[in-house]
């Protein structure tokens, strides 16, 4: 049993790691947004962060876990948020759909490199959890993490409460406008400024009135 002194100096160092875990994953994800995934090397992070490569590879083995470390702590930020909003509501179905766009609309205001690296992400992302056993999403996804398919079982949860049409399939619905939502905004994300210009219409209220034209169309 540790006495006091031990118990401190422990508590000081998971605080340490935790902080440089967090500076890792942050410097990581700019270097991936900014570069690409391919020409980001483990040195620059390293050098981004002020340690040694050996330092970082205490952290993660290679490039992928890194990844997979970073697309984990986004999707609970997902969760947290349609939670979040969804508490809010009444909590019927149509409430859940509303709770997911509103999440991707405040994301989209707010820290738009959310979205960014989801772009660069995807393909990995979509083939890897594809898989019945992925590697990569078992080790760092663990019991109870918000995790691929979680949000279309979110949106599918008591479906048939008659808050949406009833000629709708449950799946079928909550896969298309998941993707359909997020395609809309990394769509967007690609050339914001020129669409501004050519049409005099900011991205967000582009986003704003695609998502209320879904929302619309769900309606019982």
Excluded at 10 to 19: L, R
Aim: hydrophobic share 35%.
């Amino acid at each position: 049993m540790m006495n006091s002194s031990e118990l401190k100096k422990e508590i000081i160092y998971t605080k340490h790691k935790e902080q440089q875990n967090t500076l890792i994953c942050h410097r990581a994800e700019k270097f991936f947004i900014n570069k690409g995934i391919q020409k980001t090397s483990f040195s620059a992070i390293a050098s981004a962060c002020g340690v040694t490569r050996s330092t970082l590879y205490k952290y993660y083995k290679d490039k992928d876990e890194l990844l997979w470390s970073i697309y984990h702590k986004k999707m609970q930020i997902l969760s947290e948020g349609m939670y979040q909003s969804f508490s809010n509501s009444r909590h019927t179905t149509y409430d859940r759909f509303h709770a997911y766009f509103h999440f991707l609309q405040e994301k989209y205001r707010t820290d738009p490199d959310w979205f960014k690296f989801f772009s660069i992400f995807y393909d990995s992302w979509q083939h890897e959890t594809s898989r019945r056993s992925s590697e990569h999403y078992q080790k760092v996804f663990q019991k109870g993490d918000f995790g691929s398919k979680d949000t279309v079982r979110f949106l599918c949860k008591n479906f048939n409460d008659g808050s949406v049409r009833e000629d709708l399939d449950a799946e079928t619905t909550a896969v298309a406008l998941t993707y359909a939502g997020l395609h809309i905004v990394l769509g967007l994300l690609r050339s914001p400024q020129a669409l501004s210009i050519k049409y005099g219409i900011h991205s967000e209220e582009m986003i704003d009135s695609a998502f209320r034209f879904i929302l619309n169309g769900l309606k019982q």
